[in-house]
């Protein structure tokens, strides 16, 4: 518990400077770039992993308190677009795997696997029984995460972007007979999901009960602003813990390529989104969050924080981290039979 201790002491005056300033997403960029610094500086700061599933079941059950029925219906009618933004998806983490090939010079299933969009725990297990490098899957994921979660945040809050598109819970009070309900169905929901070994357990579990409780008219209760900033900052903290002393000096070929293919990456997502933004109905604002090559967490998170379409922003990310694990695994024996993706 120190490593914990110790990182809640950096983490929570960070989150609490970033939003005296006004900064972007500050309770989870705060700790995050609070964290990470400590950790490279040789600090030993650590986040056990309960913390990290208390912040996806706090933001998981945020999220489907969103679904009323108008919401569900509207999310419903962008289906053709949700598709459209998985194959967009799926060919950027291509495009992205084909860099760290080319460029960083791992071998086959670390590039494919370390550049997919998809859930880093997840992309990290199938690459492992492919025969990749674990360690720079992760990296290559957390690199990839903490770069879109610092840039696009940044912009928005630069160029004034925020709350054209903003949906409101049904239930705007807390009431603590109803979040106690709340809190024991969601948590119940988040540990079946974990049993049944369900990919993004502790988010997608508590989300879908939410979800249906408010979709069929049963609001159960807000929740409180200050849960909601301690489950933004363990996920803040849990990703700066990510970084270690060696981290940048371990595979700096692969980090600098992992940066640069995201920085491309996010702007190519943005002139795809601009492409299907209007034809969709949606703001761009918004769509430039639900395409982009980020987490399902740190996305919806910025949607929140700016109002920019969360239930959308969060469907579009669901509905690709899904495809992604169902899929990628076959997409990857598929093209292990293509003649040069040795080479």
């Known amino acids: 518990m120190i490593p914990f201790l110790k990182a809640l002491l950096v983490a929570v005056p960070a989150g609490a400077l970033f939003s005296a300033v006004k900064a972007p997403l500050p309770w989870t960029i705060g700790p995050l770039l609070a964290c990470a610094a400590v950790n490279v500086a040789g600090g030993r700061l650590a986040t056990p992993v309960p913390m990290r599933l208390f912040g996806l079941w706090m933001l998981g059950t945020v999220l489907g308190l969103y679904f009323s029925p108008a919401v569900v219906e509207r999310v419903a009618s962008c289906w053709l677009w949700i598709l459209m933004g998985v194959a967009w ?3 950027l983490g291509l495009g992205f795997s084909w860099s760290l ?26 690459g492992e029984r492919a025969g990749g490098r674990v360690d720079l899957i992760a990296a290559s994921h957390s690199m990839r995460i903490v770069l879109v979660v610092l840039t696009l945040p940044s912009i928005y809050r630069l160029i004034g972007l925020h709350g054209s598109d903003a949906y409101q819970q049904p239930m705007q ?3 603590v007979p109803g979040l106690l ?25 508590p989300m879908t009960v939410a979800l249906i409780l408010t979709a069929s008219g049963h609001s159960l209760s807000a929740m409180p602003s200050w849960l909601i900033i301690a489950g933004q900052v363990t996920i803040g903290a849990s990703l ?24 491309v990456g996010i702007g190519l997502s943005a002139l795809f989104a601009l492409l299907i933004a209007r034809p ?11 395409t982009s090559p980020g987490g399902i967490a740190e996305m919806a998170l910025t949607a929140k924080t700016l109002q920019l379409g969360v239930p959308v922003v969060t469907a579009f990310h669901i509905t690709r981290m899904a495809s992604t694990v169902l899929l990628l695994g076959g997409v990857y024996r598929l093209l292990g039979h293509l003649r040069g993706w040795d080479e």
């Open 101 to 126: 090939r080319r460029f960083a010079k791992v071998s086959r299933p670390t590039a494919f696997f370390g550049g997919a969009i998809g859930g880093a725990s997840e992309m990290a297990m199938q």
């Open 173 to 175: 009070t807390v009431d």
């Open 240 to 263: 700066g813990c990510r970084f270690s002393p060696g981290f940048f000096s371990g595979a700096p070929r692969l980090l600098a390529v992992v940066a640069a293919s995201t920085l």
């Open 89 to 91: 998806s799926m060919m």
């Open 280 to 290: 969709a109905g949606i703001p761009l604002a918004t769509m430039v969050l639900a």
């Open 181 to 205: 309900m709340l809190a024991a169905l969601t948590v119940a929901a988040a540990l079946l999901a974990h049993r049944l070994k369900l990919p993004n357990a502790f988010m997608l579990g």
